[in-house]
């Protein structure tokens, strides 16, 4: 829908602003159609470009031996690991939920407390999972283990007695797999290196959570920043549920079954009862209007706000320890599970969420919310700065103000209501068109 900006404003001037857009990309999927679509030139150049959508290891490994112009826009911030990072995420909102405590903020570390389950990190909090772990065993309690430096459901495991753990940190399977893989003659360096227990966070396994057609399934959102100082956060409306294909079960002989308790698509693809055609997904709004006729729909209203709640305060939690750089956005792939009571829990914040699509629906899904995305970025320098919707986006938080919904709304949070984005950048077109043409 971007054209119609160009069609109102764009086309009017001297120049129209996409022709001098230049982008490098290191993705050919769903961000390169998006970028060529939108009529910006692509180039190989190392640093002659207004956009380079890059890997992490880029940012890693190059961004601080370069110096680029003001004009230059890169997709990740230099330590976006403070928030993407399993253990960093959790060590950040116990320390802003401290803060808050000391501050006597009460509420405020409330919300930071809810963010997540309870969650430990181990080796380093090793000794007090321990304690936690005999205070909840009388009631049954299960815990999930995952790598941090992993994704799609690689090295995560459920357990319920503290042997399996001990075992792990002994004998960790993962290592076992290396060395059984044949992974002979590595350097002396990494050998070493693999002799220390992996990493892992243990959280509280979420025993009830919220089932359709008694399967378990999370929501995948995107959160798109584009500063941390001040902080500006915008949500994007429309998202999707992904729906494990096997009946959900809390039997002890169950919990070693993946396809039961892990969404991600990597391991559901592998259900022989996978659904291709959806691709085990269910968009967002569907599944609002669906809760709104199961539950209290002032309870879905409240499920919704308190998702934004979640992503806001993990955003805080972060604000102070980000490196803000004015080049730096990021469009943020956030985890949220939703437990049988309706009460969101963050699972995990991804820097690089998934672009690429299974089926035709995804795909317009995500090259609405890329066009969107470089939308609101504004390269073409059509819009004003104050615009509270943009396309599917709805700024969330800025300069320390929540946004949202007008109080006389029938809602009380755009996320998961009808996205209207080809209406909203109609009259927003045809609104800077009109301001444009009285210059």
Request: hydrophobic share 35%; net charge neutral.
């Amino acid at each position: 829908m971007s054209e119609l900006l160009r069609k109102y404003v764009g086309s009017k001037r001297e120049n129209p602003p996409w022709r001098d857009v230049k982008f490098r990309c290191s993705f050919h999927n769903t961000v390169y159609d998006v970028l060529k679509a939108r009529g910006f030139k692509e180039t190989e150049a190392e640093l002659d470009w207004d956009l380079f959508w890059c890997d992490k290891e880029w940012i890693h490994e190059v961004f601080d031996r370069v110096h680029l112009q003001p004009h230059q826009r890169v997709n990740h911030f230099r330590n976006h690991y403070e928030l993407t990072r399993k253990d960093l995420l959790v060590k950040n909102i116990k320390r802003a939920q401290r803060q808050a405590q000391k501050d006597g903020n009460l509420e405020e570390a409330e919300g930071y407390a809810v963010c997540s389950p309870l969650t430990f990190v181990l080796p380093l909090e090793y000794s007090m999972f321990v304690e936690e772990f005999k205070k909840q065993q009388a009631n049954g309690t299960i815990w999930i283990m995952k790598p941090v430096g992993k994704s799609q459901g690689k090295g995560i495991f459920l357990f319920d007695k503290l042997s399996q753990v001990s075992g792990w940190r002994t004998d960790p399977k993962w290592l076992r797999k290396e060395e059984e893989g044949g992974k002979k003659g590595a350097a002396d360096k990494d050998e070493e290196e693999r002799k220390e227990p992996e990493p892992y966070v243990v959280q509280r396994y979420l025993s009830d959570p919220l089932l359709i057609g008694g399967k378990k399934f999370d929501l995948r959102l995107y959160v798109l920043v584009t500063s941390y100082a001040p902080l500006t956060v915008y949500m994007y409306r429309s998202g999707f549920a992904r729906f494990s294909h096997a009946r959900f079960s809390m039997n002890a002989a169950d919990l070693s079954d993946a396809m039961i308790h892990l969404t991600n698509v990597a391991i559901q693809k592998h259900n022989e009862h996978y659904d291709e055609k959806r691709g085990g997904k269910w968009d967002l709004r569907n599944l609002k209007l669906y809760l709104a006729t199961r539950e209290d729909p002032e309870r879905v209203h409240q499920l919704f706000v308190a998702i934004q709640d979640v992503v806001i305060y993990s955003l805080l939690s972060v604000q102070k320890v980000m490196i803000q750089d004015k080049h730096c956005f990021e469009l943020y792939g956030y985890d949220i599970m939703i437990s049988a009571d309706l009460k969101p829990w963050l699972i995990e914040v991804n820097a690089s969420p998934s672009l690429s699509a299974n089926t035709p629906l995804d795909y317009d899904m995500k090259f609405a919310l890329l066009d969107d995305t470089l939308t609101v970025l504004d390269f073409e320098k059509y819009l004003t700065g104050d615009e509270a919707q943009i396309g599917g986006f709805d700024l969330l938080y800025r300069n320390g103000t929540r946004v949202g919904p007008p109080d006389a709304a029938i809602h009380r949070s755009y996320l998961g209501c009808n996205n209207n984005r080809g209406d909203q950048l109609r009259r927003l077109a045809r609104t800077l068109g009109m301001e444009q043409d009285k210059r």
